[in-house]
């Protein structure tokens, strides 16, 4: 017999394991039911009820009965009647995905209410008042969010009505006043809706969950799915949730917590609450909430069980919580829980202290933390020493600091941020439709809203510097002006959001860069126990080598030797080498850049004692190392103009100029470069590895243990790789012999171009190691110039979708990723401990690396300052969090 599909469940159906299916907020609320905790009744539509109407709207008439029944459940448990009655029942609709997207869909509240069961409510709430006010607020939530009614009418309607007053605040407007309100209100909605304001409750139910499905799908979240890498394919569940009321009095009130402080982790109920108000008050961020802790004075007794509750939670979901509540005439209800979002800092914090508590391991706690988190904890902040004058001081909402030039609007900031400048998103408060403009800016200010504000929310997750609540200022956008006292800050003008302490600063203030916490450091430790790759650092200097091992690598596995000859003091001797005519005059050119290599790998091994490094021959077209053409033509101008056209200081600017144009390549990425330099002119990298093993011989003297590795760029074929491997023993034997000491070193390549790849077998029978070098591999495999094609046409390829990411930032692996394959699989069939890494800038790629890591790679390796995300990236590759 065929199973009849269920679409509807009850609370006291589901649990916290059913999140797929029932979406977070949903599962959660059923999971409280399980506990016993203060739950209003309630009933979710499935996700894939949400699929299914995506398919076709008619299937809602196959659950309408099941929706039906259910609210009559709720109807019995809560003694109310939907829509009518001495006692209506008004219910919220609530959508909630599978994984959260704070504020991206659509909510309805106090739904139910009609022109009849409004009276009720003002009777059984004995507060006219209050009744009318829930009546005007679900006309222009249902307007906005079911018939896109725009909010500004009804907000001018408001502002009018509470001028005319002389009053402030929503809850000052008196009852009569209100009753003008929803008449007012209902005129609009049918202005803009164009038929009247539906008073059948059951055809509001239809109408807002038909909404909320739909909301799935708005530009939004979309957005927001795309920017989180959330599938598109999950659907959203609908919650039906009987009301509670936060405003029916001061007994009353509504709030959202923290198990623990979201901004710096501490172990605290963190918060905010407000008395007398809806949850959409404190969300909206339109009235200032007050502190949890102020709730110990006001309501002992609901703090009190609101501290138990919460405690609770996060001992059962065994991570810090974000908790919804509201009190109705003293009585505390749970409305939501759900694992809390936070600052990476409160990452760390939160990991590693519930780790010392003993409700979670190492591995868990690892986990918790995201490459993407790490990253933001390089974040900069705030020189303390910065003496500019503060503008204002807000809400430390999300940490780092930001400078930039301020702009008013979300479309603004992207434009703007395209233009290459960084912009400071400044507004009263955001709301969803601004997510682009979130995500473009390099930090956001808000005079209006707390903690949980939407910007302070979207910001923590975006890891973007956020001042919210910054009540001092004035943010006019019609003038695009913040302005405090006399101040004026004008569109265009540079200000510093510092998001850790809550000032807003006048100018760029200078940053610092980021410092580890002992708790970061500790994270990235337990990372090491849990990845299988290593990460190693790419580096050319004793400093970066010094900052590698700093980051926690553990080795270096690209030291690009050419750097070293671009100094002032050694251009000059390169340049020599180069137009150098006869291998004489190359010889001594190479004998001076000899004395200055061996004290440059000195440092380095030195630096990186007991751990490999790899230092790779010399690799650019030499061409690279000479002078402009352009400068050139004006230096034999400069002397012609002065008459000294036929001296030896013009013969040589010709010489030279005629050395430029020979080396002059039409294709200079796939010319003469790599280990084709040391084919033509092998005694630069005789000299190479002879200033190598000088320094290491140094070193053996003075006892230190170290593991030099050298690296073949560009090999293509076997025998370029014969022919090194050849050169270099000989060098290595010659030095062995003539010093009598022995050392250990090995030669091994690059695979960075696809002939490497296809035949890694035959290289392998001479590579001692490989590296692949995917920043070649990715130009040569796609034939694109890296410089060219990311100037000319990549970013038009992403945004039309010919290219899902840039194939240079992400590693690509159905072309470039399966050479890498063929190669592993074949150089290991030679050697099976052939030692792989990588050293192309995806070595520090989050997604890259868990490419590699699923490779078979030995380690990867990337910038010093990406080592730490390499290191989270790597272990969350492991335990198969990253894909
Ligand atoms: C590479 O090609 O990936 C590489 C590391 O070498 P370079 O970037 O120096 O060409
Ligand atoms: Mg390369």
């Not at 739950?39 to 009965?65: H, M, N, Q, R």
């Not at 006019?476 to 510092?498: A, P, Q, S, Y």
């Not at 890498?820 to 050697?831: Q, S």
């Amino acid at each position: 017999m065929n199973e009849v599909k269920k679409y509807v469940y009850s609370f006291e159906e589901g649990n916290a394991e059913m999140k797929d299916l029932l979406g977070g907020k949903g599962a959660n609320l059923a999971q409280m039911v399980q506990y016993g905790l203060p739950v209003p009744p309630g009933f979710i539509l499935t996700t894939e009820a949400c699929l299914k109407y995506g398919e076709d709207p008619a299937f809602l008439d196959s659950v309408w009965d099941k929706v039906v029944s259910s609210m009559k459940d709720i109807e019995k448990k809560t003694g109310k009647t939907f829509g009518s009655g001495e006692n209506p029942l008004l219910v919220s609709v609530r959508s909630g995905a599978p994984i959260s997207m704070p504020g991206m869909m659509d909510t309805v509240l106090n739904l139910g209410l009609n022109d009849e069961s409004v009276e009720s409510l003002a009777r059984v709430a004995d507060d006219r008042r209050f009744a009318f006010d829930s009546f005007r607020r679900f006309i222009q939530m249902y307007g906005n969010v079911v018939h896109g009614v725009n909010g500004d009418a009804f907000e001018e309607v408001l502002e009018h009505f509470k001028s005319s007053l002389g009053v402030k605040f929503d809850n000052e407007i008196p009852a009569e006043k209100l009753v003008e309100v929803v008449a007012r209100f209902k005129e609009i909605f049918k202005e803009k809706a164009g038929f009247d304001f539906p008073a059948d409750p059951w055809q509001q139910l239809r109408n807002a969950v038909e909404a909320v499905f739909k909301s799935w799908g708005n530009p939004r979240a979309v957005t927001y799915r795309r920017l989180h890498k959330i599938p598109h394919t999950l659907g959203t569940a609908v919650n039906i949730v009987s009301m509670v009321y936060g405003n029916l009095g001061d007994d009353c009130g509504t709030g959202v917590c923290f198990t623990r402080n979201p901004s710096d982790g501490t172990k605290e109920l963190y918060g905010e609450f407000l008395i007398n108000a809806q949850g959409e008050d404190v969300v909206a961020g339109i009235r200032t909430p007050l502190p949890i802790v102020q709730m110990k004075t006001t309501m002992p007794e609901v703090y009190n069980e609101l501290f138990e509750i919460t405690t609770n939670l996060e001992k059962a979901y065994k991570d810090m919580q974000d908790i919804e509540f509201t009190i109705e005439r003293n009585k505390l209800y749970i409305l939501q829980t759900r694992n809390g979002k936070r600052s990476a800092g409160a990452a760390v914090k939160i990991a590693v202290d519930m780790v010392a508590e003993g409700l979670i391991d190492k591995k868990t706690a690892v986990g918790r933390v995201t490459p993407e988190q790490v990253e933001m904890l390089l974040h900069r902040q705030v020189d303390p020493t910065a003496e500019n004058e503060v503008l204002a001081k807000g809400l430390p909402a999300s940490p780092g600091a930001g400078v930039g030039v301020v702009c008013f609007d979300a479309d603004d900031a992207v434009e703007m941020a395209k233009d290459g400048q960084k912009v400071i998103l400044a507004r009263p408060e955001t709301c969803p439709d601004d997510i682009h403009g979130l995500f473009a800016a390099e930090a956001i200010v808000t005079s209006r809203g707390g903690m949980t504000s939407h910007a302070a929310v979207v910001a923590r997750g975006l890891g973007k510097p956020c001042v919210s609540g910054c009540e001092d200022i004035t943010i006019d956008l019609n003038k695009e002006t913040i302005t405090r006292g006399d101040k004026v800050i004008r569109k265009g003008d540079t200000i510093t959001v510092d998001g850790s302490t809550g000032r807003v600063l006048v100018g760029g203030a200078p940053l610092m860069e980021a410092s580890f916490s002992d708790d970061f450091q500790t994270v990235l430790s337990w990372s090491d126990e849990f990845a299988r790759l290593q990460v190693w650092a790419n580096g050319d200097t004793p400093e970066d080598a010094k900052r590698a091992r700093a980051f926690g690598a553990k080795g270096i596995g690209l030291c690009r030797t050419e750097h070293m000859f671009m100094a002032t003091d050694r251009l000059p001797v390169m340049q020599r080498l180069v137009v150098a005519d006869t291998y004489e005059e190359r010889l001594e050119a190479l004998e001076e850049l000899k004395v200055m290599q061996v004290e440059d790998f000195y440092g380095i091994l030195k630096e990186m004692h007991g751990l490999p490094v790899i230092i790779r021959l010399l690799d650019p077209p030499l061409h690279e190392f000479m002078p402009k053409e352009r400068d050139l033509e004006e230096e034999l101008a400069e002397l012609t103009a002065d008459g000294n056209e036929n001296t030896p200081a013009a013969d040589k600017v010709r010489k030279i100029m005629a050395k430029v144009e020979a080396l002059k390549e039409s294709n200079p990425m796939l010319g003469f470069r790599g280990c084709r330099l040391g084919i033509v002119y092998p005694e630069i990298s005789a000299m190479q590895s002879s200033a190598i093993f000088e320094a290491v011989l140094r070193l053996v003297d003075e006892g230190i243990e170290i593991h030099p590795e050298i690296m073949i760029p560009l090999v293509g074929v076997k025998t370029e790789m014969e022919f090194f491997r050849k050169q270099i023993d000989e060098i290595a034997k010659d030095y062995m012999e003539k010093s009598g000491k022995k050392f250990n070193y090995l030669v091994g390549t690059m695979i960075e171009v696809p002939h490497a790849a296809l035949v890694a077998d035959q290289i392998a029978e001479y590579a001692e190691f490989f590296s692949f070098g995917t920043n070649d591999l990715t130009q040569t495999t796609f034939g694109y110039s890296r410089d060219d094609a990311e100037g000319k046409f990549l970013g038009q390829y992403e945004e039309k979708g010919i290219l899902p990411v840039n194939p240079f930032h992400e590693l690509d692996r159905e072309g470039v990723g399966v050479l890498m394959e063929i190669a592993v699989e074949k150089g290991r069939k030679v050697d099976p401990n052939l030692s792989i890494g990588i050293c192309g800038e995806h070595g520090g790629n989050p997604s890259s690396i868990a490419f590699c890591h699923t490779a078979g790679l030995n380690y990867v390796s990337c910038s010093p300052f990406r080592v730490p995300v390499a290191r989270i990236s790597a272990a969350h590759a492991a335990m198969g969090r990253l894909k």
